[in-house]
């Protein structure tokens, strides 16, 4: 190939590196400015849309054992159960827990 041709490649990967350098550069200044600080926020958010999933899945489990609610056990029910899942859930935290 001629010197030409490389001294053109070369150029065009001078280009392309610089811009990838600056495009990352840009998405460090963006997310240490718009999304850095909202973190605690969303991960809060994360956090209460799990528990109204796991409170609904309880109600939902306790409603196929035909406890209803407002019924006698209904809330030992929801106790029970939430006690089983947390059982569960440190059992599989320990688990991958080096």
């Known amino acids: 190939m001629s010197p030409k041709i490389w001294e053109i ?3 065009v990967h ?3 590196e610089t811009a990838l350098w600056a495009m990352l550069f ?7 400015t718009f999304i850095l600080p909202k973190l605690p926020e969303i991960q809060a958010q994360n956090a209460r849309v799990r528990v109204e999933e ?3 899945e309880n109600a939902s489990l306790c409603n196929k054992l035909s406890i209803k609610p407002g019924a006698d056990g209904y809330n030992q029910c ?3 159960v939430g006690e089983f899942r947390w059982k569960v859930e440190k059992r ?4 991958t827990t080096w």
């Open 9 to 11: 490649a070369g150029r």
């Open 14 to 16: 001078t280009n392309i």
């Open 26 to 32: 840009a998405f460090v200044i963006y997310f240490i």
């Open 54 to 56: 796991i409170g609904a």
């Open 78 to 80: 929801l106790l029970d």
């Open 92 to 95: 599989a935290y320990d688990e």
